[in-house]
């Protein structure tokens, strides 16, 4: 068998990516939810708010824990596998990466053990100032990793020297075209994804009956908070989709499965792309629409997929359902938050259950929508690694062969697999544990600055 | 371009020569109770080892994420010649670490479980100790490339010399664990690790020796820089021995905290010897400091926000340190 250590590669960053973003994209939401509960407990005095504050802080030390542990993996990925693009992006890249280490090291040092271990032994509005940094740590955090992903997509501010990229304009490369629009993105989808598995734990603590006002209350002041968010970012994506438009057009193509640049292009709901026929299948779609959305002219030209030849072409049905499945998800999200506006007479939103188990199962969209949709930007940006500059074929290391690649991607997915397993495991453990485990307890043990030390939970 | 003012390459080497022995001395220690861990008598004992680096060790291994972020952005050619030379044997690193970190977190909290967190956390520690030594092995040895490419094998790193340099680590961090037990524990579990040092210290000075002499016949260029002329650089193999028979001394005199700081010293003095060995040759045998680094601007602009965060982070490691000084407990548990 042949191996092709290119797409093994390929696989094997997706993977490793795939799972690690799960993590950071849950606890940037969920620290700013943090924060905002520490806030009212400070401002009402409220204990209510310090036990809801002390149980979410806990989910936040597991899973903090599981993306730092996943994430040790990543800063070693480019050098193994994509070693000619380590190398040739390294005067920009390596500071860029560089400093988001160095403000997660930052963050730890000063702030999260305040937040973890804090409470009690330091008064309460030093505690939420601890939470209220750690949640701006992590957005600095994502800061420099959506700029060094921004730069891949549209470089700027860099020339190529000697196959060197050497940077001549630093603002200019981190603020690059697509930055504030996959930043702003990013950070509402992590808004999203901490509001909805907030809604969802809550509704599911409501439906068994334990801490019901707190949980009502965590609910109802959710809701309000995704009623704004959840519209807001289908406004933003929209933006970005235009700024991808602009910048790069053969991966919106994609996204609409549009071979032939035309007018009057219509919005597809259904289709089965055939990248070899260069051609769809049984389409099913709304006339025009396409060229609405993305021009906001009705009979706007969008450029097509044949634009490229075939071999610069990214993988058109992998774009394209991943782009549905990201929007459907969207959609979903917004229905939820309007469903739950209307329920609001009487507190019926806490009484309805099937809006509350529906809540349950909504508390895993936004991890859909959140990995779909950076298939969308990732696989949309094939051939290239660097957008229009440097191929993934480039990209790779030279001395990787196909049974390496097999053998550390077989590798990390068993060790990923136990690691979840274990993790998630785990984490339902301390949500089942709920809001009553979470009263204070002493504090000899909690010594130890360790994330998952702030979790009371036993593993079995 | 003008010509910097100033070359801030050996800033950056310096900086990371520091990261690089800070991380192998205090992650040494604890993959060092990792190391031991399953030959401790008693689940007692492996709470107490447990205990002793519950809470500093992952703010240990941090200092490996920064020096991997740190290479990419100071030198990157080190960066992309040694991660694909390395390939399986980074996996193996890895795969260690992940497992012994989980293991670390879960079994405080595992009571049936227990016993395969605890084989998780000894072998995810064997592992990553013994490739790191490997790695070093794989420095010494250097590696073959072309226009700043690897080209050998996956395998290149795996010779009858790296498996003896991984051993050596393993030894090596499994005196320098034995050596912080008898500085945190007391009673029988002390007893216990007064009893590993003699034996492991036997077995490091023997695969050091035999490493030394190896050495030279691997790299002609380390024979010509030991041996062509006599050279200051005698002095550090004598000092790590003298730390060797001051450690030997101090556990004779059943000393506390001594046989600690004396295994640090014989690595520190190892590892400046190595060092000195390959200077200023960072990808041997073809690439030097200066040519593997990145731009000046480059550099500059990272030195310019670790120069205010390294501080910190000293600070905020020796202050955690000082409030876990002392003697561990067993029902002391971090969990």
Request: some cysteine; aromatic content about 16%; charged content about 15%.
């Amino acid at each position: 068998m042949d191996l092709d250590p290119l797409v093994l590669s390929r696989i094997q960053f997706a993977f490793v990516v795939s799972f690690h973003a799960i993590f950071p994209v849950f606890t940037i939401g969920l620290a700013s939810y943090i924060a905002l509960i520490y806030g009212l407990a400070f401002k009402t005095n409220n204990p209510k708010w310090e036990r809801l504050g002390a149980f979410w802080t806990q989910v936040f030390a597991v899973v903090f824990g599981m993306g730092v542990v996943s994430g040790i993996v990543m800063s070693f990925q480019f050098g193994t596998n994509w070693s000619n693009f380590a190398l040739a992006t390294s005067n920009f890249l390596g500071p860029i990466l560089s400093y988001e280490v160095v403000t997660a090291f930052f963050l730890e040092a000063a702030f999260l053990g305040v937040l973890l271990f804090g409470r009690g032994k330091v008064p309460n509005g030093v505690h939420f100032f601890a939470a209220l940094m750690v949640s701006i740590g992590t957005f600095i955090s994502s800061f420099w990793i959506l700029s060094a992903n921004s730069w891949m997509q549209t470089p700027a501010g860099v020339e190529m020297r000697d196959g060197f990229y050497h940077v001549i304009d630093w603002s200019a490369a981190i603020f690059n075209d697509s930055f504030w629009y996959r930043f702003s993105h990013m950070a509402l989808a992590s808004f999203l994804t901490g509001g909805f598995v907030v809604a969802g734990v809550s509704a599911w603590f409501i439906i068994e009956k334990r801490d019901t006002e707190l949980h009502r209350k965590a609910l109802s002041m959710t809701l309000w908070l995704l009623l704004i968010i959840a519209p807001l970012q289908i406004f933003v994506g929209d933006m970005h989709g235009l700024n991808t438009l602009k910048h790069q057009p053969t991966k919106v193509a994609a996204m609409e499965a549009n071979w032939e640049t035309q007018k009057n292009v219509p919005l597809l709901l259904f289709a089965i792309p055939d990248q070899e026929a260069q051609k769809n299948h049984f389409e099913v779609g709304i006339p025009s629409m396409a060229s609405l959305i993305l021009t906001h002219e009705w009979d706007g030209e969008v450029p097509g997929i044949k634009e490229m030849p075939r071999d610069q072409q990214p993988n058109v049905p992998v774009v394209f359902w991943s782009f549905r499945i990201m929007v459907a998800m969207g959609v979903l999200m917004v229905l939820f938050a309007i469903t739950g506006l209307i329920l609001r007479k009487n507190k019926a939103y806490a009484r309805n259950r099937w809006f509350l188990q529906g809540l349950r199962l909504m508390s895993l969209a936004p991890f859909v929508a959140v990995l779909s949709g950076w298939f969308v930007t990732e696989v949309g940006r094939a051939p290239y690694l660097v957008y229009g500059q440097m191929t993934q074929a480039e990209a790779l290391t030279p001395s990787l062969t196909g049974g390496m690649a097999l053998f550390t991607l077989i590798g990390y997915i068993a060790v990923y697999a136990c690691v979840f397993a274990a993790g998630a495991y785990y984490l339902t453990r301390v949500i089942r544990a709920g809001t009553e485990a979470a009263e204070q307890h002493d504090d000899e043990r909690h010594r130890a600055k360790r994330p998952l030390s702030a979790a009371e939970a036993d593993f079995d | 371009m003008s010509e910097p003012i100033f070359d801030l390459t050996y800033v950056w080497a310096a900086i990371i020569a520091f990261g690089v022995i800070m991380y192998v001395l205090m992650d040494g220690f604890d993959l060092g109770q990792g190391i031991l861990f399953m030959f401790a008598p008693s689940e007692h004992d492996r709470d107490i080892m447990m205990n002793s680096v519950a809470p500093v060790w992952d703010g240990n291994e941090t200092w490996l994420v920064l020096g991997g972020a740190g290479l990419l952005a100071a030198f990157p050619l080190v960066y992309s010649i040694f991660l694909p030379a390395l390939y399986i044997g980074v996996f193996l690193l890895l795969a260690g670490l992940i497992f012994r970190g989980v293991a670390f977190e879960f079994r405080f909290k595992a009571h049936t479980s227990r016993y395969l967190w605890n084989w998780a956390f000894a072998i995810g520690s064997t592992v990553a100790a013994f490739a790191q030594g490997a790695v070093v092995g794989a420095y010494i040895q250097g590696f073959e490339t072309e226009n700043m490419r690897y080209v050998g094998g996956a395998l290149d790193w795996l010779s009858p010399f790296t498996v003896l340099t991984g051993l050596g680590l393993v030894a090596g961090y499994a005196l320098l664990g034995a050596t912080w037990l008898v500085m945190k524990s007391e009673g029988s579990t002390q007893q216990w690790a007064y009893r590993l040092v003699k034996p492991l210290l036997a077995a490091v000075l023997l695969i050091f020796a035999i490493i030394s002499i190896w050495t030279p016949f691997v790299d002609p260029f380390v024979s010509e820089r030991w041996f062509s002329h006599i050279t200051p650089i005698w002095l550090l193999p004598i000092l790590a021995l003298a730390c060797a028979f001051w450690l030997y001394r101090s556990i004779q005199a059943k000393r506390e905290g001594t046989p600690f700081i004396a295994t640090m010293g014989m690595f520190i003095f190892t590892y400046l010897g190595l060092l000195a060995s390959k200077w200023p040759y960072v990808v041997p045998p073809n690439y030097t400091l200066s040519q593997a680094a990145s731009a000046h601007e480059s550099q500059l602009f990272l030195l310019l926000g670790l120069l205010f965060v390294i501080p910190i982070v000293l600070v905020y490691t020796a202050w955690t340190y000082w409030v876990f000084r002392g003697k561990v407990k067993a029902d002391q548990g971090y969990h």
